[in-house]
T-cell receptor
Framework: DARVTQTPRHKVTEMGQEVTMRCQPI?????VFWYRQTMMQGLELLAY????????DSGMPKDRFSAEMPDATLATLKIQPSEPRDSAVYFC????????????FGPGTRLTVT | AQSVTQLDSQVPVFEEAPVELRCNYS??????LFWYVQYPNQGLQLLLK??????LVKGINGFEAEFNKSQTSFHLRKPSVHISDTAEYFC???????????FGAGTTVTVRA
């Protein structure tokens, strides 16, 4: 049963610290998406990649957030420095990049910045 | 870019009663439509999708949705809900220009005994 995996599942950190979240997309999927979910804003697209190349990161605060795909099996989302307003659940999703456009979501990383 | 409106933010319903969740999208051009479900403390899971063909789409867990192009709607229905259907439901749309999905704000369904 192929699944998107994310680590860590939970992260508590202090303001100003660096946070790195990792995602392993489903093997063979060539599109990867990062979302942030909060009560106030709902589900927001932060960035997405196709064939490891960033296609759109307009939803991401550029001064503190960065997203990369070092290889086809790993996507990372980094926040440096973190702030309390970054507290949210961060989801990674992957897709086959085919005409169906469906995305498969990971379980999320719940981030709390104190 | 597409926009998606889910007309109800909260839907309380009794067990074994029917439920309908409403979704409208912004454009009448060719679109691909999806419903996702999010159970507490989990990621989103695909319930069903419409790509083309029959406007009535059946998904998992007894859910179905009907695509109505003239009304730009894609409402989700289940004839008889269970306690385990308590979750948040998201409607999403892609216009096929890129790989992004536009999500609605979500509808929280609470099933009571």
């Amino acid at each position: 049963d192929a699944r998107v995996t994310q680590t860590p599942r939970h992260k508590v950190t202090e303001m100003g610290q660096e946070v790195t979240m990792r995602c392993q997309p489903i093997l063979g999927h060539n599109t990867v998406f990062w979302y942030r979910q909060t009560m106030m804003q709902g589900l927001e697209l932060l960035a997405y990649f196709r064939n490891r190349a960033p296609l759109d990161d307009s939803g991401m605060p550029k001064d503190r957030f960065s997203a990369e795909m070092p290889d086809a099996t790993l996507a990372t989302l980094k926040i440096q420095p973190s702030e309390p307003r970054d507290s949210a659940v961060y989801f990674c999703a992957s897709g086959a990049g085919t005409v169906s456009y469906e995305q498969y979501f990971g379980p999320g990383t719940r981030l709390t910045v104190t | 870019a597409q926009s998606v409106t889910q007309l109800d933010s909260q839907v309380p319903v009794f067990e074994e009663a029917p439920v309908e969740l409403r979704c409208n999208y912004s454009s009448s051009v060719s679109v691909y439509l999806f419903w996702y479900v999010q159970y507490p403390n989990q990621g989103l899971q695909l319930l069903l999708k419409y790509l083309s063909g029959s406007t009535l789409v059946k998904g998992i867990n007894g859910f179905e949705a009907e695509f109505n192009k003239s009304q730009t709607s894609f409402h989700l229905r289940k004839p008889s809900v269970h306690i385990s259907d308590t979750a948040e439901y998201f409607c999403a749309v892609s216009d096929g220009d890129d790989y992004k999905l536009s999500f609605g704000a979500g509808t929280t369904v609470t099933v009571r005994a």
